[in-house]
């Protein structure tokens, strides 16, 4: 198994992190992975993206320009991403972020709505998890376990109270993912 992710949306979303914690996942699982970040003066704001990659056997290069996955949190990065998702590929997006829908057909589509589940939670800090435990429904690369176990390595020891309500929102990613045809 070798999956090729790109996470991208906003600054402050939370995909940086959500790539940081799959990333950390994997590696609680002993598979190889890489973990590439792309940001700067996005952070705040502008568009931020990072690559994941898990696999199996090892990774020769962590640079790719087409993926097996793309998560999408934004109508940029949804306009960046769509073209370089290989054919027979994943296309997850949150419904708030985009306008314009996806328009291929030789990839597989899912909207789900985690800034309207992060709302319902009281908590818009928990989007990222949502959008996280979506991806793994559809493309179980790493456990739970595996994401509970990064939480403990990435989170700093006084946040570890919120690990709870992160695998929570976890779960709720997996039940609201939904294929678009």
């Not at 950390?24 to 568009?47: C, F, H, I, N």
């Not at 993926?67 to 960046?80: C, F, G, M, R, T």
Request: glycine share 10%; hydrophobic share 40%; charged share 25%.
């Amino acid at each position: 198994m070798k999956k090729e992710i790109i996470i991208s949306g906003f600054g402050g979303q939370g995909v940086l992190s959500m790539g940081k914690i799959l990333a950390y996942s994997g590696l609680m699982e002993d598979k190889e992975v890489t973990w590439m970040p792309a940001y700067g003066p996005e952070q705040r704001g502008g568009t931020a993206n990072v690559t994941v990659i898990v696999s199996d056997e090892r990774i020769s290069s962590p640079i790719l320009s087409k993926y097996d996955i793309a998560v999408v949190l934004n109508q940029p990065s949804l306009e960046k991403f769509e073209p370089k998702i290989k054919p027979g590929g994943i296309l997850i997006y949150d419904g708030f972020g985009i306008i314009n829908k996806p328009t291929r057909k030789d990839i597989t589509v899912y909207e789900i709505n985690a800034m309207d589940k992060a709302a319902e939670m009281k908590n818009g800090k928990v989007f990222n998890m949502i959008v996280l435990g979506g991806l793994l429904k559809v493309a179980p690369v790493v456990s739970d376990k595996g994401v509970e176990k990064a939480l403990y390595k990435t989170l700093p020891e006084r946040h570890h109270g919120l690990i709870p309500l992160n695998m929570e929102a976890l779960k709720e990613g997996a039940k609201i993912i939904q294929e678009i045809k």
